[in-house]
């Protein structure tokens, strides 16, 4: 990997940007939606955990798949290099996926968020909020599932809708490239991570 992006700021206490990424999960609908939430939780942004501190300064070790997640990561660099890493890898990881959203997003985004009335038990794997929309997102692993799931976030939406007007709410499933491509009923509500980017920063 071509390591000439880094500017090699000090490491010495914390990994910073490209190595670290702060995550909201396990928080309420509610305060989702009133902001009302931290980015508190901490996790790798490297799905290879190729990235070391090192007398102070970033390494990178051999296990570097030049996925360029680290690269977007950076706070000190503004390129945007498409990020290359497998979809289904990507979606097997509830934190990879909420990363690599928030970072092509740059949106609110939180992971395992407890919906309210009566399915506070339920927890949305993803939750995006695009001004007043509001994006609830399962992450479809098993096509044979995706009825059981799309109606379960639809009762859902139809529930918290009520519960707050002045939001739209929309169910979407997250899937693989490769399963999106088996689905044959219902897939105006499938999508892949790269056309669920499309949709959210198209409206
Ligand atoms: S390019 Fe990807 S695999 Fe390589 S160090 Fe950066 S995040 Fe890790």
């Known amino acids: 990997m071509n390591t000439d ?6 490491s010495s206490n914390n990994m910073p940007s490209c190595g670290v990424a702060k995550i909201a999960t ?12 931290d980015y508190s939780v901490l996790y790798p942004v490297c799905p290879k955990n190729a990235l070391n501190i090192v ?21 000190q660099n503004n390129s945007q290099p498409p990020i290359l890493i497998d979809d289904f890898k990507v979606l097997e990881n509830l934190f990879l996926t909420n990363i690599i959203l928030r970072l092509q997003l740059d949106l609110p985004i939180a992971i395992e968020v407890k919906a309210d009335g009566n399915y506070r038990e339920k927890r949305i794997d993803v939750a995006i909020q695009k001004d007043n929309k509001v994006y609830l997102i399962k992450i479809l692993s098993n096509k044979n599932r995706l009825n059981y799931y799309l109606r379960s976030y639809t009762d ?11 939001y739209i709410f929309s169910p979407i499933i997250l899937t693989s ?9 219902n897939a105006e509500y499938c ?7 499309e949709l959210i920063e198209g409206e």
């Open 26 to 37: 396990k928080i309420n609908l509610k305060d989702f939606l009133n902001n009302n939430f």
């Open 55 to 75: 007398n102070g300064r970033i390494t990178i070790s051999n296990e570097c798949i030049s996925c360029n997640l680290c690269v977007f990561s950076c706070d």
């Open 177 to 185: 490239q490769k399963v999106f491509d088996t689905i044959t009923e």
């Open 5 to 10: 992006f880094c500017v090699g700021c000090n």
């Open 156 to 166: 859902i939406v139809n529930d918290i809708s009520s519960i707050y007007p002045n």
């Open 191 to 197: 999508f892949t991570l790269r056309t669920l980017i």
